[in-house]
């Protein structure tokens, strides 16, 4: 079976099993499509790229947020990637155990209250050799779609987004 016919055979199932229930199907059938392809993404990425560099997407995606925007705080770090505090602070400590990141004390007297994490020279030249690899597989993955149809997913997906904040 293909994995058109297998998605479509699922979301049946699903509509079968919740039909007579007070639901917006269209709204299932966005969401769920779009956390599966979310899902799909993330494990690709995963296993095709960031593995040979020793990187889980969350450990990738906090290196990428700090290198675009420079010395975060932790709680900046965990709201630009929607996850909790205590989740980034995991993450941090694993790449700076790798000497990929480090923690500088902003506060007065070292207070550990005003803590920044910044990029080692490591860790740049980590993220600059590995984001080309992983943007080429972003395209892989919507490549699918044609220019048009990508830019109008983009738009449609940031609308989401807007819409929620």
């Known amino acids: 079976m293909r994995v058109s016919e297998s998605l479509i055979n699922e979301e049946h199932d699903i509509m079968e099993r ?4 007070p639901i917006d199907a269209l709204a299932l059938a966005v969401m769920s499509n779009l956390w599966r392809a979310s899902q799909a993404f ?3 990425m995963e296993q095709q790229i960031l593995r040979d560099y020793n990187l889980t997407f969350s450990s990738f995606s906090t290196l990428f947020i700090v290198w675009i925007w420079g010395p975060l705080g932790m709680s900046a770090i965990a709201e630009s990637q929607s996850v909790a505090r205590s989740t980034i602070s995991s993450t941090v400590n694993g790449l700076e155990k790798k000497g990929w990141v480090n923690r500088v004390h902003m506060g ?5 209250r005003s803590v920044k994490v910044e990029l080692t020279a490591d860790g740049r030249a980590l993220i600059e050799e590995v984001f080309p690899k992983f943007n080429a597989g972003e395209k892989s993955f919507v490549d699918g779609l044609s220019k048009d149809e990508a830019e109008t997913l983009a738009f449609l997906l940031r609308k989401l987004l807007l819409h929620k904040k």
Do not use: A, H, Y
Request: proline share 0%; no cysteine; hydrophobic share 15%.
């Open 108 to 112: 007065k007297d070292g207070d550990g």
């Open 18 to 21: 919740v039909s007579g229930l």
């Open 42 to 44: 993330r494990n690709e």
